[in-house]
């Protein structure tokens, strides 16, 4: 029978002490490697994708004291400078960064803030006191994403993680809390796809409807001109600088945070497109079966288009490009623009360099001719609004009341000096806008020139279409322009399945913000108390 003993106390002295003299030659070894060439041994040991912390290189650094004298981030920051510009997207950061965000010390503390933001991703955990600064670095990556960014968040699950938030964001709805709301669901319209809405729990699937509702479906208090409000898809992407008051300022910007009611809106259609419309049997299958027997109206083969046209998501182009695998297909990706140029007309609008003033920097609210062409899409109308002042305590789970399509055709028109435009208090009529002949006699050519009514007062004013080059029909810069009115209409196919609409809104050139009203053709006035929220895309 064999006895155990414990060993001797020099025995474990003298295992010890072999311990530090094996480390004690190897962090001796490395001591005498020349400064360069012991960066490029640390600078190889760091973890590859996703890199979710610096441990290997901790690792090293603890060897010994001389080590870590040489290899910290606080002596040596061209190491962690170097692995960032390696590890992420870096064009879209220096573009849209300050001078001092671009030096390697700046550098190295934004790849150790990217390295916990991705463990804590990795970990399902949502921290209250790191929450706040996650979902701004998410969206903030996000935006600046060519690929490698986005690489890394989806490695970890940044899905499942967001989605985690979202189901909890009904309990951050106080005042100081609105930034977390806009950013979580800004977040989730960026990183959702279309599998990984269509693999949801029932339950989760409505818990994320119940918490994203109450900021799509609040209405203004005071009734719009018109008979329905509708902001398209442009307006939305526009008016993204208007979102909860507050902000960060980061890498030398003051940083708004995204629109809450453009992101909620957007993300309530890419989740509601999961289900698709249920096609009522007793339709016929097409156009020339309907003929046939006189009907009008929708048919299958209508609803089937309809169930087609989906909202793009960012995460199924990334997955799309990540697949391209012909020669074609790679040569036709780096002909486009790269992927973070997309959010960068966004992202200006709501970012602000600090060593500038304010007025240093114009924006452009209104690109002439973004509107102009077919558009198509679906809109849902809202339940009637109720006097609540605000999205947030909004109590209730009152759901649009259908999902429907929508297309038609806008034409831009614009207003120059000396002319006045139509009185902003006042919205334009389309009932009575006629290309004008001054000189009233039958087979000369029209003017330039078209009248919009007032709709208040009846007076007439003078406005110039926009041709697709940018320039009025006189010739005159459209930026030039004091107004933009528009109006559009069903295209005449459409008009058989879906019924007949016409449009007419106006650009508020301060912001951008674009507004339309929807009139059925064929009806004097329609009451004003429903409201639609329209997703639309051009064609």
Same mark, same amino acid.
């Given at each position: 029978?064999?006895?155990?003993?414990?060993?001797?106390?020099?025995?474990?002295?003298?295992?010890?002490?072999?311990?530090?003299?094996?480390?004690?030659?190897?962090?001796?070894?490395?001591?005498?490697?020349?400064?360069?060439?012991?960066?490029?041994?640390?600078?190889?040991?760091?973890?590859?994708?996703?890199?979710?912390?610096?441990?290997?290189?901790?690792?090293?650094?603890?060897?010994?004291?001389?080590?870590?004298?040489?290899?910290?981030?606080?002596?040596?920051?061209?190491?962690?400078?170097?692995?960032?510009?390696?590890?992420?997207?870096?064009?879209?950061?220096?573009?849209?960064?300050?001078?001092?965000?671009?030096?390697?010390?700046?550098?190295?503390?934004?790849?150790?803030?990217?390295?916990?933001?991705?463990?804590?991703?990795?970990?399902?955990?949502?921290?209250?006191?790191?929450?706040?600064?996650?979902?701004?670095?998410?969206?903030?990556?996000?935006?600046?994403?060519?690929?490698?960014?986005?690489?890394?968040?989806?490695?970890?699950?940044?899905?499942?993680?967001?989605?985690?938030?979202?189901?909890?964001?009904?309990?951050?709805? !106080?005042?100081?809390?609105?930034?977390?709301?806009?950013?979580?669901?800004?977040?989730?319209?960026?990183?959702?796809?279309?599998?990984?809405?269509?693999?949801?729990?029932?339950?989760?699937?409505?818990?994320?409807?119940?918490?994203?509702?109450?900021?799509?479906?609040?209405?203004?208090?005071?009734?719009?001109?018109? !008979?329905?409000?509708?902001?398209?898809?442009?307006?939305?992407?526009?008016?993204?600088?208007?979102?909860?008051?507050?902000?960060?300022?980061?890498?030398?910007?003051?940083?708004?945070?995204?629109?809450?009611?453009?992101?909620?809106?957007?993300?309530?259609?890419?989740?509601?497109?999961?289900?698709?419309?249920?096609?009522?049997?007793?339709?016929?299958?097409?156009?020339?079966?309907?003929?046939?027997?006189?009907?009008?109206?929708?048919?299958?083969?209508?609803?089937?288009?309809?169930?087609?046209?989906?909202?793009?998501?960012?995460?199924?182009?990334?997955?799309?490009?990540?697949?391209?695998?012909?020669?074609?297909?790679?040569?036709?990706?780096?002909?486009?623009?790269?992927?973070?140029?997309?959010?960068?007309? !966004?992202?200006?609008?709501?970012?602000?360099?600090?060593?500038?003033?304010?007025?240093?920097?114009?924006?452009?609210?209104?690109?002439?001719?973004?509107?102009?062409?077919?558009?198509?899409?679906?809109?849902?109308?809202?339940?009637?609004?109720?006097?609540?002042?605000?999205?947030?305590?909004?109590?209730?789970?009152?759901?649009?009341?259908?999902?429907?399509?929508?297309?038609?055709?806008?034409?831009?028109?614009?207003?120059?000096?000396?002319?006045?435009?139509?009185?902003?208090?006042?919205?334009?009529?389309?009932?009575?806008?006629?290309?004008?002949?001054?000189?009233?006699?039958?087979?000369?050519?029209?003017?330039?020139?078209?009248?919009?009514?007032?709709?208040?007062?009846?007076?007439?004013?003078?406005?110039?279409?926009?041709?697709?080059?940018?320039?009025?029909?006189?010739?005159?810069?459209?930026?030039?322009?004091? !107004?933009?009115?528009?109006?559009?209409?069903?295209?005449?196919?459409?008009?058989?399945?879906?019924?007949?609409?016409?449009?007419?809104?106006?650009?508020?050139?301060?912001?951008?913000?674009?507004?339309?009203?929807?009139?059925?053709?064929?009806?004097?006035?329609?009451?004003?108390?429903?409201?639609?929220?329209?997703?639309?895309?051009?064609?």
């Amino acid at each position: 029978m064999a006895v155990l003993s414990r060993p001797s106390q020099p025995y474990l002295s003298q295992l010890h002490l072999d311990s530090c003299w094996s480390q004690y030659k190897m962090s001796s070894h490395l001591e005498r490697i020349p400064l360069d060439v012991l960066a490029q041994i640390a600078f190889f040991s760091a973890e590859p994708t996703p890199l979710t912390s610096l441990d290997s290189i901790f690792q090293l650094l603890l060897t010994s004291r001389t080590l870590y004298r040489l290899l910290s981030i606080r002596t040596c920051p061209q190491l962690y400078a170097d692995i960032f510009r390696v590890t992420f997207d870096l064009s879209a950061y220096l573009r849209k960064s300050g001078q001092y965000a671009r030096t390697t010390s700046y550098l190295a503390k934004e790849l150790r803030r990217r390295a916990g933001l991705l463990r804590r991703i990795r970990l399902r955990q949502v921290i209250n006191e790191h929450l706040h600064s996650d979902l701004w670095g998410t969206y903030l990556m996000l935006l600046e994403s060519d690929s490698l960014n986005e690489m890394h968040l989806h490695s970890v699950g940044v899905s499942d993680w967001i989605l985690g938030i979202l189901e909890n964001c009904r309990l951050a709805t !106080d005042s100081s809390d609105q930034q977390i709301p806009a950013l979580a669901i800004a977040v989730a319209s960026l990183v959702l796809s279309r599998s990984s809405i269509s693999a949801l729990r029932p339950e989760v699937y409505n818990r994320i409807l119940d918490s994203i509702r109450p900021f799509t479906t609040h209405m203004p208090q005071e009734p719009v001109h018109g !008979d329905y409000m509708l902001p398209t898809q442009a307006a939305l992407s526009h008016h993204i600088g208007q979102g909860p008051c507050g902000g960060i300022v980061h890498n030398g910007l003051a940083i708004s945070p995204p629109n809450l009611s453009s992101s909620s809106i957007f993300l309530t259609f890419a989740l509601k497109e999961a289900i698709p419309l249920q096609v009522p049997p007793h339709l016929p299958a097409t156009r020339a079966e309907a003929m046939a027997v006189g009907n009008d109206g929708p048919t299958k083969e209508d609803f089937l288009a309809v169930t087609a046209t989906r909202t793009p998501l960012l995460a199924d182009s990334f997955r799309q490009s990540q697949s391209r695998e012909s020669v074609s297909d790679l040569s036709r990706e780096q002909r486009r623009p790269s992927r973070s140029t997309v959010h960068d007309e !966004d992202f200006h609008r709501v970012a602000r360099r600090l060593d500038l003033f304010p007025c240093a920097l114009e924006l452009v609210a209104y690109l002439p001719g973004l509107l102009a062409g077919t558009w198509k899409g679906s809109y849902m109308v809202a339940p009637s609004f109720r006097a609540a002042a605000h999205p947030f305590g909004i109590e209730g789970n009152d759901d649009f009341l259908c999902r429907q399509p929508i297309q038609f055709q806008l034409e831009e028109y614009l207003s120059f000096a000396p002319l006045l435009p139509v009185p902003i208090d006042s919205h334009p009529s389309t009932e009575r806008h006629t290309l004008q002949n001054p000189s009233g006699k039958d087979g000369e050519q029209p003017s330039h020139s078209v009248q919009f009514v007032d709709g208040n007062t009846g007076i007439f004013y003078h406005y110039e279409p926009l041709r697709l080059s940018g320039v009025s029909k006189t010739g005159r810069n459209a930026r030039h322009a004091l !107004d933009v009115v528009i109006i559009g209409e069903t295209p005449r196919r459409f008009q058989v399945a879906w019924g007949a609409y016409k449009y007419i809104g106006r650009v508020r050139l301060s912001d951008g913000l674009i507004s339309l009203t929807r009139r059925p053709v064929g009806f004097i006035y329609l009451s004003a108390s429903n409201f639609i929220r329209a997703h639309a895309g051009y064609f």
